[in-house]
């Protein structure tokens, strides 16, 4: 009786260790020019570009001046990362049209880590009315460099990634990637909402961004703090805790991106804001409740034996 409740005891001291041992890989909280860490990936040099951007990227970005409170994560500073697309009304594309337009920002670290978890504060911008307004933002996990990431026009299959209006302006408001299927459909279970949907109309999204936001189911003029939970058998994405796609994990090795879209030939005054972005590596519990069950297996047998 007294080894099991040893070995009980181990155990749960074991699963305290595992939550202890958490490893941050990447923290950036934007408060200086961290531009040396990252690679910036847009239609200039992607393998889906149209050969000549229109975007911005502003590191250290203080959003402050556009009368924006500190992100939900801030310990007090308002920089952050400052992305906008389609800038201009010039013939970007240089065939007498406007073009789509894209960027992502990925951090240069590859992550191998089994299990992690990734977290970003986000603020997408949008002026009702203006011309342009459904642009989306695109946060993901193992990716390349090799192209930016996007839900439309075109679609790239570039990792994990999910893709999010601010207006609720699109029937795809909330849509995620994987590396086998680039635009995962509506209607898929891994949509976590009573219809499945991609829609803002859904009712987990409504009860996120309830009325009387500007945009009622979608992130509009608001911060909301996006997670993504990496395991050896799925990838998890939440809202302000609450859990919007679940899918099984195809590829968890690579960069971590951050991304904006407009899929339009539209020009208009919206952005997105990126800040304080971490990724922690999480120790399997599992693993370690074993280890350390299998020591205690052993000291005891040799304490039996003695």
Known sequence: MKLHRSLAALAAGALFAASAQ???LISDDFESDSSASYTIVDDSNAASGDGEADSTVT?????SALGIAAAPNSSGGTSGLYLTVNNTSSDNGGDGALQEDHVTVFNNLNIT????????????????????????????????????LSIFTPIVANGHFISITGEGGSSSDYRHATPG?????SGDP????STNTTNATGDVY??????PADFPG?????????????T???VTYSLDGTPIIRTPVEENEGLVGLGYTDPFDSVGPHFVIYDNLTVTEVPEPATVVLSVLGLAGVAALRRARG
Do not use: K, R
């Open 22 to 24: 958490a490893q941050v």
């Open 59 to 63: 590191f250290n970005f203080d959003y």
């Open 113 to 148: 880590a089994p299990v992690y978890t990734l977290s970003v504060d986000m603020y997408m911008g949008v002026e009702a009315g203006q011309s342009g307004s459904t642009e989306f933002a695109h946060i993901g996990v193992a990716g390349s460099t090799a192209d930016f």
């Open 181 to 185: 299927t680039p635009a995962v459909n």
């Open 190 to 193: 891994s949509y976590l909402n």
């Open 206 to 211: 409504q009860a996120l961004f309830p009325a």
């Open 218 to 230: 979608s992130p509009g003029n608001l911060w909301t703090t996006l997670t993504i939970d990496v």
């Open 232 to 234: 050896p058998y799925n």
